[in-house]
């Protein structure tokens, strides 16, 4: 089946430095991808949605500047935590749907393994 | 306006007994797509069941089924012989007409007594 590879799967950094989330399709062409933010014990949250070649589609109350997002091929997105802060500690996870389909069986997303962040 | 509602925080069940998940959903859309995804500490979301909303029959994928009830807009997921390993976080999620993103709800935390 269809895999989302996601890394790193945990990272600790300091307060003010950036953190790169990558997110990858590994037998698929993913022309759209997105990307959650989930909190300890709460639900997905739909961060913004990658689009391979253009800008991404951020939600609402989601900073652009903050997160930034560059989906430069089919098969890769990534998120970067700009300046992080101890209050974008959280859980990250990205999926992918394949943009080319399989008729009309192909209907899940496909998540990556998440990344732990922890600003410190 | 919550889109996906699971009304259960959390639930016990004894092991093998069968298990009902709640979710109700709200779309204006016809076309829609409904998910149940299982989240184990981890963190890694596993896809579960499908079910689309012009699907006349009701989804199943081995002991996952989901009782689809249209005109209730409820998609409920049932867990047949619950096992030891089925204790999780479960999401229900929605994603509506051409909109590739998916929407979930709150999630409900299974725990299966021994």
């Known amino acids: 089946g269809a895999v989302v590879s996601q890394h790193p799967s945990r990272v600790i950094c300091k307060s003010g430095t950036s953190v790169k989330i990558e997110c990858r399709s590994l037998?698929?062409?993913?022309?759209?991808m997105f990307w959650y933010r989930q909190f300890p014990k709460q639900s997905l949250m739909l961060m913004a949605t990658?689009?391979?070649?253009?800008?991404?589609?951020?939600e609402q109350g989601v900073e652009k500047d903050k997160f930034l997002i560059n989906h430069a091929s089919l098969t890769l997105s990534t998120l970067t935590v700009t300046s992080a802060h101890p209050e974008d500690s959280s859980f990250y996870i990205c999926?992918?749907?394949?943009?080319?389909?399989?008729?009309?069986?192909?209907?899940?997303?496909?998540f990556g393994q998440g990344t732990r962040l922890t600003v410190v | 306006a919550q889109k996906i509602t699971q009304t259960q925080p959390g639930m016990f069940v004894q092991e093998k007994e069968a298990v009902t998940l709640d979710c109700t959903y709200d779309?204006?859309?016809?076309?829609?797509?409904l998910f149940w995804y299982k989240q184990p500490s981890s963190g890694e979301m596993i896809f579960l069941i499908y079910?689309?909303?012009?699907?006349?029959q009701n989804a199943t994928e081995g002991r996952y089924s989901l009782n689809f009830q249209k005109a209730r807009k409820s998609a409920n997921l049932v867990i047949s012989a619950s096992q030891l390993g089925d204790s999780a976080m479960y999401f229900c999620?929605?994603?509506?007409?051409?909109?590739?993103?998916?929407?979930f709800g709150k999630g409900t935390r299974l725990h299966i007594l021994p």
């Open positions: 990658s689009n391979e070649g253009s800008k991404a589609t951020y």
């Open positions: 999926s992918a749907r394949d943009g080319l389909g399989q008729g009309t069986s192909n209907t899940e997303a496909f």
């Open positions: 037998d698929f062409q993913a022309t759209t």
């Open positions: 079910q689309g909303s012009y699907d006349q």
């Open positions: 779309t204006s859309d016809p076309s829609y797509g």
């Open positions: 999620a929605m994603r509506e007409g051409d909109d590739d993103k998916i929407i």
